[in-house]
Every structure is written in structure tokens, then in C-alpha cells.
């Protein structure tokens, strides 16, 4: 329609093509990490897709979704045993709608202790009501059936 308003760019979009002034600390042909910037802990960094997927209901059983998740989860687990070797506990999750803030899918990364203790909260399951997915169980949901090639 003519004259209709474009949608508001997609500010994650925008760090993926690196088209913000946003300091990258790891990027390939599959995802971009940077640093959180409203930190919940010693070491909180997000890893999100080149390609934009917004949430991860919009994931499938299919080895693509499997493989970009597992990249996403082994970038942030690198990330953090460099940068904070020290800390004791690592957390790998996604926010599920309706409790994500961005409309990309994003990986948080946490070298905890969350800080201050209370920003816990918004890392939380709530079960079937959605919240917080930790990044593991997310891929055994949308892991590939296995199939039989013998």
C-alpha cells in the first residue's frame, strides 16, 4: 500500500550487518555476539542469527534450526570461558514469547553471578506458560528426527 508506514528496522538486524555503532565480539557467516546492554550478570553477552528469525516458536525440527541454535550455544560457551574463566556457573537460554524484548531470536549468555541477585526473575521457566528456555532443552525440542539411511 502506498504511503503505508514502513515497520520499524529490526535493531538486532542492524548489528548483524553491522550497520550499528554496537562492538562486535564475535562474528561469522551465522551469527554475531556483542555484550548486553542492560547486563543481568558478571559477563552478559547475546548471540543472535545473521538471518532474522524472530522468536523461537518460529524454530523447527529440522537439522538448519538444530545446527544454528548448537553454533549460537558453542559461540557463547567459548565467549564466556574466555572472557570469565573465573566464574563458577555459566546459563545459556532464550526468553519465549510473550516475555522476549526483541523480535530476533537472541542466545543470553551468562557468566553469573546475576547482578543484582534479584535479575534472576527474568530468567525463570514458567513452563508451558513460556518464559525462559534453557538453551539445551531447546535443542532437544527441535531436534531432528532421527532417520534410518542403513
Not at 555503532?21 to 562474528?27: A, C, G, Q, V
Not at 534450526?65 to 559461540?75: A, R
Not at 519465549?96 to 541477585?117: G, M
Amino acid at each position: 500500500m502506498a504511503g503505508a508506514p514502513l515497520p520499524p528496522p529490526c535493531v538486532f538486524c542492524q548489528i548483524a550487518r553491522k550497520s550499528s555503532s554496537t562492538p562486535l565480539l564475535h562474528s561469522d557467516d551465522k551469527v554475531v555476539a556483542f555484550q548486553d546492554i542492560k547486563p543481568a550478570a558478571f559477563r552478559h553477552y547475546l548471540v543472535i542469527p545473521v538471518e532474522h528469525i524472530p522468536t523461537v516458536k518460529d524454530l523447527r525440527r529440522r537439522s538448519e534450526d538444530y545446527s544454528l541454535v548448537l553454533h549460537t550455544l558453542n559461540v557463547g560457551q567459548t565467549l564466556l570461558r574466555k572472557d570469565a574463566p573465573e566464574a563458577e556457573q555459566f546459563r545459556f537460554g532464550f526468553h519465549q514469547p510473550p516475555f522476549n524484548s526483541v523480535n530476533h531470536l537472541h542466545l543470553h549468555c551468562f557468566a553469573l553471578p546475576f547482578i543484582p541477585r534479584w535479575k534472576h526473575i527474568k530468567y525463570i521457566s514458567l513452563g508451558p506458560l513460556g518464559g525462559f528456555i534453557e538453551a539445551e532443552k531447546l535443542l532437544e525440542k527441535i531436534k531432528p528426527l532421527s532417520t534410518n539411511t542403513s
